[in-house]
């Protein structure tokens, strides 16, 4: 007995881990082998104009401003202004361009914001406009028309020079700033601060690799990284996860500087630095050492600029064009980026989220209608047993215990890896480990998985025992003609066996879905 329950449980394994492997992309992202090698640790501008202004040179005059968009709409925004800065053709201008983590003025750049005005640059930041972008829906083009107002509205303020107007755009950002640049060729420069180049779902894939390879995960808790970011998402929307902004890049001709921090896990830095060079003229490249996505370092006073950006940004900016193409192009702390970001396949079984979500909702439909089918028979038959003296319709011998434990493990080992997830995902997101919630929650994950799997055969091993028979129905003489109600009787034992049937059917089945998706999601590949 022991040695069948064995074998059909191994049987059953296998056939899940080749379900899960056939079921979806592998992943296997591509090392880097040819590293981008800055020119010097150093990552000072050259061609410097002796004459350019430098952070802290000037007062900054700080003001609310309202930026008309089109169609009678509005956003608030916070110039910056240097006192004093006054050149025969004004100043340069930089309008800053939100990243996905930021929407209004009053909270995003204004460390940088500010230094770079000390240094005799006016900047503007405006309200992100948020009615129409939301997690499902970015318009990328849409949202540079938007900019494209604020941008106006810098060319005419006093003391502005509109023919030296830019544009700073972080992370999200750079996706948009280029298209401002094709459309609105005026613009003079820009300034991407750890630009993804790639297309969001590759630079999603990419990050997600990126944060679980820092928390140590299991090398099968990768399996889930094409499989969800290559998906389209439930409830549809995410067209801009495809979203290509080379074509506009390689029609840029006006100067670019391009900075990095290397403590930054989320952009592929050495590849993005890279296309940008392949892309565009003009792109001179800073890399800062224990730098994060937005060029801060952990200092004893909390998160602060990197002491040499502002300064490095201010050179350059003040001392175009001789800055656009002086030596190095490439300087600054060593990046170190394992693996390309690249194009993400779309999972055979379950690209569409909808048809995923109504996989597991229609499974544990199953998983209830089931239990209440088989119990409300097993009520009925305790009922009729009472009036007739026979038992009705019901489970056979042994198929009770496995049959609940395939339900209710397959239940809790979907749950299981749902929660895991989560965890896991919120130890990525903070950039911590906890081998405990990490190695141990996959551990047990698996061994739910296996649990259920056992039931499951014990159920199969039992139906086969008993050839197939799962209901046992009272036992009726066959029913004279002149004996209406016995004939009742054994009609309504049989409709009762058939529920029964039914119930044993959905619970199998909806077990069965939830099984293969936990295949998918990689909770039975072979290895750890």
């Given at each position: 007995?022991?040695?069948?329950?064995?074998?059909?449980?191994?049987?059953?394994?296998?056939?899940?881990?080749?379900?899960?492997?056939?079921?979806?992309?592998?992943?296997?992202?591509?090392?880097?082998?040819?590293?981008?090698?800055?020119?010097?640790?150093?990552?000072?501008?050259?061609?410097?104009?002796?004459?350019?202004?430098?952070?802290?040179?000037?007062?900054?005059?700080?003001?609310?401003?309202?930026?008309?968009?089109?169609?009678?709409?509005?956003?608030?925004?916070?110039?910056?202004?240097?006192?004093?800065?006054?050149?025969?053709?004004?100043?340069?201008?930089?309008?800053?361009?939100?990243?996905?983590?930021?929407?209004?003025?009053?909270?995003?750049?204004?460390?940088?914001?500010?230094?770079?005005?000390?240094?005799?640059?006016?900047?503007?930041?405006?309200?992100?406009?948020?009615?129409?972008?939301?997690?499902?829906?970015?318009?990328?083009?849409?949202?540079?028309?938007?900019?494209?107002?604020?941008?106006?509205?810098?060319?005419?303020?006093?003391?502005?020079?509109?023919?030296?107007?830019?544009?700073?755009?972080?992370?999200?950002?750079?996706?948009?700033?280029?298209?401002?640049?094709?459309?609105?060729?005026?613009?003079?420069?820009?300034?991407?601060?750890?630009?993804?180049?790639?297309?969001?779902?590759?630079?999603?894939?990419?990050?997600?690799?990126?944060?679980?390879?820092?928390?140590?995960?299991?090398?099968?808790?990768?399996?889930?990284?094409?499989?969800?970011?290559?998906?389209?998402?439930?409830?549809?929307?995410?067209?801009?996860?495809?979203?290509?902004?080379?074509?506009?890049?390689?029609?840029?001709?006006?100067?670019?500087?391009?900075?990095?921090?290397?403590?930054?896990?989320?952009?592929?830095?050495?590849?993005?630095?890279?296309?940008?060079?392949?892309?565009?003229?003009?792109?001179?490249?800073?890399?800062?050492?224990?730098?994060?996505?937005?060029?801060?370092?952990?200092?004893?006073?909390?998160?602060?600029?990197?002491?040499?950006?502002?300064?490095?940004?201010?050179?350059?900016?003040?001392?175009?064009?001789?800055?656009?193409?002086?030596?190095?192009?490439?300087?600054?702390?060593?990046?170190?980026?394992?693996?390309?970001?690249?194009?993400?396949?779309?999972?055979?079984?379950?690209?569409?989220?909808?048809?995923?979500?109504?996989?597991?909702?229609?499974?544990?439909?199953?998983?209830?209608?089931?239990?209440?089918?088989?119990?409300?028979?097993?009520?009925?038959?305790?009922l009729a047993r009472r009036r007739s003296g026979r038992p009705g319709a019901r489970l056979a011998p042994?198929?009770?215990?496995?049959?609940?434990?395939?339900?209710?493990?397959?239940?809790?080992?979907?749950?299981?890896?749902?929660?895991?997830?989560?965890?896991?995902?919120?130890?990525?997101?903070?950039?911590?480990?906890?081998?405990?919630?990490?190695?141990?929650?996959?551990?047990?994950?698996?061994?739910?998985?296996?649990?259920?799997?056992?039931?499951?055969?014990?159920?199969?091993?039992?139906?086969?025992?008993?050839?197939?028979?799962?209901?046992?129905?009272?036992?009726?003489?066959?029913?004279?003609?002149?004996?209406?109600?016995?004939?009742?009787?054994?009609?309504?034992?049989?409709?009762?066996?058939?529920?029964?049937?039914?119930?044993?059917?959905?619970?199998?089945?909806?077990?069965?879905?939830?099984?293969?998706?936990?295949?998918?999601?990689?909770?039975?590949?072979?290895?750890?």
């Amino acid at each position: 007995m022991l040695f069948r329950t064995v074998a059909t449980s191994a049987a059953i394994l296998v056939a899940l881990a080749i379900t899960g492997a056939v079921a979806g992309p592998a992943w296997e992202p591509e090392p880097v082998v040819d590293h981008l090698e800055p020119a010097t640790v150093s990552t000072a501008i050259g061609g410097v104009s002796a004459d350019g202004g430098e952070p802290g040179d000037h007062e900054v005059r700080e003001s609310a401003v309202t930026i008309p968009l089109a169609d009678g709409l509005e956003v608030g925004g916070l110039l910056r202004e240097p006192v004093g800065a006054d050149g025969p053709d004004g100043s340069p201008g930089i309008v800053f361009v939100h990243g996905a983590g930021t929407g209004k003025a009053a909270d995003a750049f204004t460390l940088a914001a500010t230094a770079l005005a000390s240094a005799g640059i006016t900047t503007l930041v405006p309200d992100k406009r948020l009615d129409n972008y939301s997690t499902r829906h970015r318009d990328y083009e849409a949202m540079a028309r938007d900019y494209a107002h604020s941008v106006s509205y810098l060319r005419g303020v006093p003391g502005v020079d509109p023919d030296a107007v830019g544009l700073y755009a972080e992370s999200e950002g750079a996706w948009v700033s280029p298209v401002m640049m094709v459309d609105d060729p005026r613009l003079a420069f820009q300034i991407l601060v750890s630009a993804p180049v790639v297309p969001p779902r590759q630079q999603a894939a990419y990050a997600v690799d990126n944060y679980l390879r820092n928390t140590d995960v299991p090398a099968g808790v990768f399996r889930a990284i094409p499989r969800a970011v290559g998906m389209s998402l439930p409830g549809g929307g995410f067209e801009y996860a495809d979203f290509d902004v080379r074509p506009w890049l390689r029609q840029q001709d006006d100067p670019i500087l391009a900075v990095y921090g290397t403590n930054d896990a989320s952009m592929p830095l050495e590849q993005g630095a890279r296309e940008l060079i392949e892309a565009a003229d003009g792109v001179t490249v800073r890399f800062y050492d224990r730098a994060n996505h937005g060029i801060n370092v952990e200092t004893p006073e909390g998160l602060l600029l990197h002491p040499d950006f502002a300064a490095d940004v201010a050179d350059w900016l003040l001392g175009l064009p001789a800055t656009a193409s002086a030596p190095p192009q490439v300087a600054g702390a060593q990046p170190e980026q394992l693996y390309l970001a690249a194009p993400v396949a779309q999972p055979h079984w379950y690209g569409d989220g909808d048809w995923l979500v109504g996989v597991v909702v229609t499974a544990g439909g199953l998983l209830v209608v089931g239990p209440l089918l088989v119990g409300g028979a097993a009520l009925r038959g305790r009922l009729a047993r009472r009036r007739s003296g026979r038992p009705g319709a019901r489970l056979a011998p042994g198929l009770r215990v496995p049959l609940t434990g395939l339900g209710v493990g397959a239940v809790v080992t979907t749950v299981g890896l749902g929660v895991y997830l989560v965890a896991v995902a919120r130890l990525a997101l903070d950039y911590e480990k906890d081998a405990l919630v990490v190695q141990g929650g996959w551990i047990a994950v698996r061994l739910l998985g296996i649990a259920t799997v056992v039931a499951a055969a014990l159920l199969l091993d039992r139906v086969r025992d008993l050839r197939g028979g799962v209901v046992l129905v009272g036992a009726a003489e066959l029913p004279s003609r002149d004996d209406p109600v016995e004939a009742d009787r054994t009609a309504a034992s049989r409709a009762s066996a058939a529920v029964v049937r039914t119930g044993v059917g959905a619970t199998v089945l909806g077990s069965t879905a939830l099984l293969v998706t936990l295949a998918y999601w990689g909770a039975y590949q072979l290895g750890i």
